[in-house]
């Protein structure tokens, strides 16, 4: 599958146009893992979303500084993870850990992001607006799965 036609799968960018995702692909840097390698760390400083072209990843979660790292999900051909860097770069939610040998990533930072969005406000737009969509999805389920376990 062509670059290009995996990035149109993914929710973040749904109405970009194809000029407007060459543009995001142009932006992006490729980045190789093998098995084991550690992509980011949890609060380490966030400074690029990522887009896994090959491969996959674990997405790893301590609690507490002291509590043990637990599996959370894996992720893989045509996901995304780190997008919360393009809105306010702070630190990361998660490790991330390359659990499949040669994971191939795409990724952006957000100052090369920043600089695209002021020549084509509308690519920041859609994306923010995507990502809104799905932050409120995923506190409206949070919410509801809340309430369920206080009744």
Same mark, same amino acid.
Request: aromatic share 6%.
């Given at each position: %599958? /062509? #670059? #290009?036609? #995996?990035?149109?799968? /993914?929710?973040? $960018?749904?109405?970009?146009?194809?000029?407007?995702?060459?543009?995001?692909?142009?932006?992006?840097?490729?980045?190789? $893992?093998?098995?084991? +390698?550690?992509?980011?760390?949890?609060?380490?400083?966030? +400074?690029?979303?990522? !887009?896994?072209?090959?491969?996959? /990843?674990?997405?790893?979660?301590?609690?507490?500084?002291?509590?043990?790292?637990?599996?959370?999900?894996?992720?893989?051909?045509?996901?995304? $993870?780190?997008?919360?860097?393009? #809105?306010?770069?702070?630190?990361?939610?998660?490790? /991330?850990?390359?659990?499949?040998?040669?994971?191939?990533?795409?990724?952006?930072?957000? +100052?090369? $992001?920043?600089?695209?969005?002021?020549?084509?406000?509308?690519?920041?737009?859609?994306? %923010?607006?995507?990502?809104?969509?799905?932050?409120? !999805?995923?506190?409206?389920?949070?919410?509801?799965?809340?309430?369920?376990?206080?009744?």
């Amino acid at each position: %599958m /062509v #670059l #290009l036609d #995996l990035w149109k799968t /993914v929710g973040l $960018f749904s109405g970009l146009s194809e000029e407007q995702l060459q543009r995001l692909i142009a932006i992006s840097q490729e980045e190789i $893992f093998n098995e084991g +390698d550690i992509i980011c760390e949890q609060g380490a400083e966030g +400074d690029k979303l990522y !887009f896994i072209s090959e491969g996959q /990843v674990e997405i790893r979660i301590r609690k507490t500084p002291q509590s043990p790292e637990r599996s959370q999900v894996y992720l893989g051909r045509g996901q995304i $993870f780190g997008e919360m860097a393009l #809105l306010d770069l702070g630190k990361r939610s998660a490790t /991330v850990r390359c659990s499949r040998g040669h994971t191939v990533l795409r990724s952006i930072t957000g +100052d090369a $992001f920043t600089e695209l969005c002021s020549t084509d406000t509308a690519i920041g737009y859609i994306i %923010m607006r995507n990502m809104a969509i799905d932050m409120s !999805f995923k506190l409206r389920h949070r919410n509801l799965d809340l309430g369920a376990g206080s009744q």
